[in-house]
């Protein structure tokens, strides 16, 4: 994973270039506008970390420059600037997120893993399959063994999680917060009532069962060994 650091003050480079390769990132560095510029628009990168006020070009053009010319790595904007207006211009020209200074590394670290995974997420990815169970993502349509199975919205949506992170063990309170947006304090009933629906669907007409129940773990769905 390589990123490019676009930062004219030379202590704040530095402190992020190494923070970055303690993280396991390779870094490119540059300190004024040009450069900074000249190497987005050249090399590839996973993501951009950019500051607002550099010498020569302003990030805001850097990103503006780097979006016409169709370079769509991901990037993020650090700056001192703390106007909701920046943050705002910063969104619209196509930044993924956008920190105050001063920052917490910590909190950038986050923030750049996030932006990576969801780019991971975004990816086109157009079905996800397990076994002989398939979920397409263009068409919303389910089908097992080439047999469409009819399903509701939000039923999609659970299989779609539960697709994605096959083989993984589930808890209900994960599905809870990741599907129905609840707290597990929240009536995991709910999940059980629709786990079981959707297990009828996926799993009932076919001898090969797909998703399982950990008993007092929770959900896991995988293709069985052999
Ligand atoms: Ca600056």
Do not use: C
């Amino acid at each position: 994973m390589k990123i490019l650091i676009i930062e004219d003050e030379l202590k704040t480079e530095q402190y992020l270039r190494r923070g970055m390769t303690e993280a396991g990132f390779v870094t490119d560095g540059a300190r004024d506008g040009r450069d900074g510029l000249h190497l987005a628009l050249t090399e590839s990168y996973d993501l951009v970390i950019l500051d607002v006020m550099l010498p020569g070009i302003d990030g805001w053009e850097i990103l503006k420059r780097m979006r016409r010319a169709e370079r769509h790595f991901p990037v993020l904007i650090l700056s001192a600037r703390d106007q909701v207006v920046d943050r705002v211009k910063g969104l619209e020209l196509g930044a993924d997120d956008y920190l105050l200074k001063p920052f917490d590394f910590a909190e950038l670290l986050a923030r750049v893993r996030a932006i990576l995974r969801r780019g991971k997420a975004n990816q086109a990815v157009e079905k996800l399959q397990v076994a002989d169970l398939e979920l397409n993502l263009t068409s919303r349509r389910v089908t097992r063994a080439g047999k469409r199975i009819g399903v509701t919205a939000k039923e999609f949506t659970l299989l779609e999680f539960i697709m994605r992170r096959q083989g993984e063990v589930l808890p209900r309170s994960l599905i809870a917060s990741q599907v129905w947006d609840m707290n597990f304090d929240s009536d995991t009933n709910v999940i059980e009532v629709a786990m079981r629906r959707l297990r009828a669907k996926v799993d009932d007409d076919f001898d090969v069962k797909l998703i399982r129940t950990i008993r007092g773990m929770g959900y896991v769905l995988e293709a069985p060994e052999g």
